[in-house]
């Protein structure tokens, strides 16, 4: 059974004509998940996720201070490429909140599920939106399982092109998480070399521009996957972004659909294995329309066998 989390103010996230970071992303995603294919899904509308369960992970003036804008009409812009619209607290509430649903529906014995939301989190740090991001979605699920469900070893797994540098900041001092992740460098946000360790609970590794499939799958196979099934995680979270898919306008990594199809049911065996089966993967980047329909279709669909 895979629960779908979703909901329409993830929609209502607008930072304006031309940002990459479209609402058309999200109706991309659903239109490719409205399919036969799909009707298996247990579509669940996401709560909001609580002020408690932010600041985990979050300044107290961050959270406050995103929570408060809420421009009447046009955009806000906290950095270069971040921007607020009138809906976009409310979307970022419901974000971060299906990740921490999915993660009580994992733990509730409920296995597998995939959350269908913007903003996306991983660059967003404990004090500062940014590349995108307003809340650290996956890092607030993560924090929860910790400090509700009594969870000892959470994996995150974030095989977006962009190295998630919030998502770093916030465990890298905290070993009872494994962050662990694939990426394009150099790329924004310029963090993510293979000597940024943390603790021993971060695990990085660079691709070049211009690399693709077989470099992808040699990584993970060879070096991050054994690391991860050593660490034993008892939930797995993912990180997925899809841009690092060769037809994408930000980057130019050369992944096709059937390496997402590939890393998705690596991550399953890794969730089966160690952590009952529980996987809770959220949306990240992907800015293509096609190709982020067809990724997270085959990603889905692998999370559903
Ligand atoms: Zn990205």
């Known amino acids: 059974m895979l629960r779908l989390y979703t909901h329409p103010a993830c929609l209502q996230h607008d930072p304006g004509e031309g940002h990459p970071e479209s609402p058309s992303r999200l109706r991309a995603v659903l239109r490719a998940l409205d399919h036969d294919r799909y009707a298996g899904l247990d579509r669940i509308e996401a709560p909001r996720a609580t002020r408690e369960q932010l600041l985990r992970v979050h300044a107290a003036e961050h959270v406050e201070r995103i929570l408060a804008i809420a421009p009447a009409d046009g955009t806000v812009r906290l950095d270069e490429d971040t921007l607020m619209s009138p809906g976009s607290a409310e979307a970022a509430l419901r974000a971060a909140g299906a990740v921490v649903a999915a993660v009580d529906m994992a733990m509730a014995g409920g ?20 590349g995108f991001c307003l809340f650290n979605n996956v890092a607030v699920a ?7 469900h009594g969870l000892k070893r959470v994996a995150i ?9 919030g998502t770093q900041d916030i465990f890298e001092r905290d070993s009872r998480v494994m962050y662990v992740s694939s990426h394009q460098s150099p ?8 000597d940024e360790r943390g603790v021993g609970n971060i695990v ?3 691709l070049a521009a211009g ?3 077989e470099e992808f799958r040699g990584l993970w196979e060879g070096a991050l996957l054994p690391k991860l099934f050593a660490f034993k995680p008892q939930l797995v979270l993912v990180s997925a972004g899809f841009d690092a898919h060769r037809a994408d306008p930000l980057a130019q990594l050369q992944l096709g659909t059937e390496d997402y199809t590939w890393i998705t049911g690596r991550l399953l065996d890794l ?18 329309l096609q190709a982020l329909a067809a990724s997270v279709g085959a990603h889905v669909a ?3 066998d």
């Open 157 to 165: 797994v974030d095989f977006d092109v962009h190295h998630g540098n």
């Open 111 to 130: 296995g597998r599920a995939f959350c269908a939301v913007r903003p996306p989190g991983h660059h967003a740090t404990p004090d500062r939106a940014m």
């Open 211 to 213: 690399e693709g499939s």
């Open 271 to 288: 969730a089966r294995a160690h952590a009952a089966d529980r996987l809770v993967s959220t949306l990240e980047g992907g800015y293509d």
């Open 204 to 206: 990085n590794a660079p």
């Open 187 to 194: 790329l924004y946000p310029q963090t993510g070399r293979a």
């Open 302 to 304: 692998e999370l559903m």
């Open 142 to 148: 993560a924090a929860h399982a910790i400090a509700e």
